[in-house]
């Protein structure tokens, strides 16, 4: 994420995997935060034991200079435990796999770490909402495996469905996706990325979401009463796929929206491409139409979607066996009141 004065970028780094060593020896996921003005780059937790008690991802400014982040060290449910005379440890997601990811807030110099969210799964992808809420992607297991977007307030007060638990037949064709990475606009509307679980490599469509007056995708709220809906958009005209195989649409693996006044959008995005008796192919109605087609791999790189004139156009060009992905714009934008 970037700072509000667009000075600084805030991100989620892990050292090298050290060869031969369990799971529970590895380098964890830490944050760092880079200042373009005085070109420093720094962990933002100091202490080495303290950063190491957990994997901490997806940090995003909050308005009054703290941090919000997703991370497995599950500070207060921890904290609980010691209360109740019990050894600490990390909960397990519900699928015993992996340990659970929660949203935690810190100050700017890594202290006052404190847990906001409580799921038995994950919660992921927190960002700050035009009224100063946090929005983010919840994935629940308790009817059915989904993912919808919540809000809940800094310090964990008014938690609550945001949208999508009953939307997620809203890919291309009616398929099943599930709701990610959501980020405000300067209208007010949350975009985020749509895509399934798996199959589509790594790569979505990308939807505006009026959350301000619905909670699904034809349910408004009261605020809302008598709109009909949808309340959900495609922000492209791309003929982008939600289902595995090729894409003529190509796939977006991030969307991040200018607060310039231009509605513009820079995009991580991969073009469609096929593989046709060993070679890679552009996908042409002829090579799609083709039973031996078979997606090649993606190729993403950093766009920019104009809405104005319906164009994309490459801000850096692809290179073969790279990917770019997270893209942001190192850009001044308002900030949300602080609640």
């Known amino acids: 994420d970037v700072s509000y004065d667009g000075n600084r970028l805030v991100f989620a780094m892990r050292p090298p995997l050290i060869r031969g060593a369990e799971e529970s020896e590895q380098p964890t996921w830490n944050i ?17 034991l303290v950063a190491e008690e957990g994997h901490d991802v997806a940090p995003h400014y909050l308005p009054d200079g703290r941090i919000v982040f997703s991370s497995t060290r599950q500070r207060q449910s921890k904290a609980t435990l010691i209360d109740e005379g019990k050894p600490q440890f990390p909960a397990l997601d519900e699928d015993r796999r992996e340990w659970a990811f929660v949203l935690h807030v810190m100050n700017a110099d890594g202290t006052g770490i404190r847990q906001i969210s409580f799921n038995q799964s994950h919660d992921l992808d927190p960002a700050v909402m035009n ?21 809940v307030r800094p310090d964990g007060a008014g938690l609550e469905l945001l949208y999508g638990a009953n939307s997620h037949a809203t890919g291309s064709g009616g398929s099943i996706v599930q709701f990610l990475q959501p980020r405000p606009r300067p209208d007010g509307r949350i975009l985020a990325l749509v ?29 809302g009463a008598g709109m009909t809906g949808p309340a959900q958009v495609k922000i492209t005209g791309n003929d982008v796929r939600t289902v595995p195989g090729p894409s003529p649409g190509g796939r977006y693996a991030s969307m991040f929206p200018l607060w310039d006044g231009t509605d513009r959008v820079l995009t991580g995005w991969s073009l469609c491409r096929v593989l046709l008796d060993g070679r890679t192919l552009p996908c042409t109605a002829e090579n799609l139409a083709n039973p031996a087609a078979r997606p090649a791999p993606p190729l993403y790189s950093v766009y920019m979607w104009d809405p104005r004139d319906g164009t994309q156009r490459p801000v850096l060009q692809p290179v073969e066996g790279t990917m770019f992905t997270d893209v942001v714009a190192l850009q001044p934008r308002q900030a949300p009141p602080v609640i």
């Open 32 to 48: 760092w935060e880079y200042d373009r003005s005085s070109d420093t780059l720094r962990r933002v937790i100091a202490s080495d």
């Open 131 to 151: 009224d100063g809420r946090i929005v983010f992607s919840r994935w629940e297991n308790a009817s059915g495996s989904s993912i919808h977007l919540y809000s």
């Open 195 to 223: 895509r399934p679980f798996a199959g589509t490599e790594q790569g979505g469509d990308g939807v505006l979401i009026d959350t301000a007056s619905f909670v699904e995708i034809r349910q408004p709220l009261l605020a």
